[in-house]
């Protein structure tokens, strides 16, 4: 079993929905929670970033985490075909681990 | 802030030769620097974790003889790619932590062995 584990999809939404992206982990000494996006042949980008559990809320961007279920998750409000990319969760415990990423398309 | 630059962006050499790949923080003090692989439509692979001034940590299966890493200063680390083979092709990506757990990841670079 991976230590994170994440649906690559891919996703296609209409422009203007909510894209809904979530992983699930298995370390319990995870302690902080980021969502990278990347973009094709492109570094990643560091969008949303937590500790605790909750919301968190940034622009068209919502973060949350569940501890206690070991998950978390990304919304993206209003999507725009700018918003298409791969989106990668990734957990700390000393050393980053990446779920496989998932790629989302936004249809004008 | 919290830019990082790799350079060259995109690099073609011949097989057996050796190819060096610069990361640089811009705008803060990186004590970590990581290398990662990745492959098309895969993850991040974390080749090896460098602090300024010390040996890098390769990960499990990643040759350091033939993944040089060198982290001179707080603000550059380079990896340079030992007698290449084609099978070394692949997207590198650096990235720099300053004292965190965030970390600002290089656009990449792109290497092609012919």
């Known amino acids: 079993q991976k230590e994170v584990e994440q649906d690559p999809g891919p996703l296609s939404v209409p422009e203007g929905a909510i894209v809904s992206l979530n992983c699930t982990y298995s370390?319990?000494?995870?302690?902080?929670f980021m969502w990278y996006r990347q973009y094709s042949r492109k570094g990643p980008e560091l969008l949303m970033y937590t500790y605790s559990s909750g919301n968190k809320e940034d622009g068209r961007f919502t973060a949350q985490v569940d501890k206690s279920s070991k998950y978390i998750s990304l919304f993206i409000r209003d999507s725009q075909p700018s918003d298409s990319a791969t989106y990668l969760c990734a957990m700390w415990d000393y050393k980053l681990s990446f779920g496989a990423g998932t790629t989302v398309t936004v249809r004008a | 802030g919290a830019v990082v630059s790799q350079h060259p962006s995109r690099v073609i050499c011949k097989s057996g030769t050796s190819v060096k790949i610069e990361c640089r923080s811009l705008?803060?003090?990186?004590?970590?620097m990581f290398w990662y692989r990745q492959f098309p439509k895969q993850s991040l692979m974390l080749m090896a974790t460098?602090?300024?001034?010390?040996?890098?940590?390769?990960e499990q299966g990643v040759e350091k003889d033939k993944f040089l890493i060198n982290h001179a200063s707080l603000t550059l680390s380079t990896l340079t790619v030992t007698s290449a083979h084609p099978e070394d092709s692949s997207f590198y990506i650096c990235?720099?932590?300053?004292?965190?757990?965030?970390?600002?990841f290089g656009p990449g670079t792109r290497l092609t062995v012919t």
């Open positions: 705008d803060f003090q990186a004590t970590t």
């Open positions: 370390n319990s000494a995870f302690q902080y």
């Open positions: 460098s602090n300024e001034g010390s040996k890098a940590t390769y």
């Open positions: 990235s720099a932590r300053e004292g965190g757990a965030e970390q600002y």
